[in-house]
């Protein structure tokens, strides 16, 4: 069995997953959330973003999103710090009333497989 040739990228990609406090407001801060996301995807410094759902839910379930338990992004960067300010400028981070600041995490990530069809 032979690999596919893997992919050879230019730019630096970094994972983030940003787990919600107990008490997230995250209805509160979704408008200035969206105004700041949006630029950063039209320019691609965020490739793919999404909510993390309770393990009790599942994708498939009625309204998946009405209680989301955190946030992931795909973020390119020259680094990893560059990849931070991304992640520490967004209102669901700046509020303190969204995410768990202390339990974010962002890593370099390699992605395999660059084209992700959901259906």
């Given at each position: 069995?032979?690999?596919?040739?893997?992919?050879?990228?230019?730019?630096?990609?970094?994972?983030?997953?940003?787990?919600?406090?107990?008490?997230?407001?995250?209805?509160?801060?979704?408008?200035?959330?969206?105004?700041?996301?949006?630029?950063?995807?039209?320019?691609?410094?965020?490739?793919?973003?999404?909510?993390?759902?309770?393990?009790?839910?599942?994708?498939?379930?009625?309204?998946?999103?009405?209680?989301?338990?955190?946030?992931?992004?795909?973020?390119?960067?020259?680094?990893?710090?560059?990849?931070?300010?991304?992640?520490?400028?967004?209102?669901?981070?700046?509020?303190?009333?969204?995410?768990?600041?202390?339990?974010?995490?962002?890593?370099?990530?390699y992605?395999?497989?660059?084209?992700v069809?959901?259906?």
């Amino acid at each position: 069995m032979s690999f596919p040739t893997l992919p050879t990228y230019k730019h630096n990609y970094y994972l983030f997953h940003m787990w919600d406090i107990p008490t997230a407001q995250r209805a509160k801060h979704l408008g200035d959330h969206v105004k700041v996301t949006a630029p950063l995807i039209q320019s691609g410094a965020i490739i793919l973003g999404g909510a993390l759902l309770p393990p009790t839910m599942k994708t498939s379930d009625p309204e998946p999103l009405k209680k989301p338990a955190g946030s992931f992004f795909f973020v390119r960067a020259d680094s990893l710090e560059q990849a931070w300010e991304i992640i520490k400028q967004d209102p669901f981070y700046t509020s303190g009333e969204v995410w768990d600041r202390e339990s974010i995490t962002g890593a370099p990530a390699y992605m395999v497989m660059p084209e992700v069809k959901f259906e």
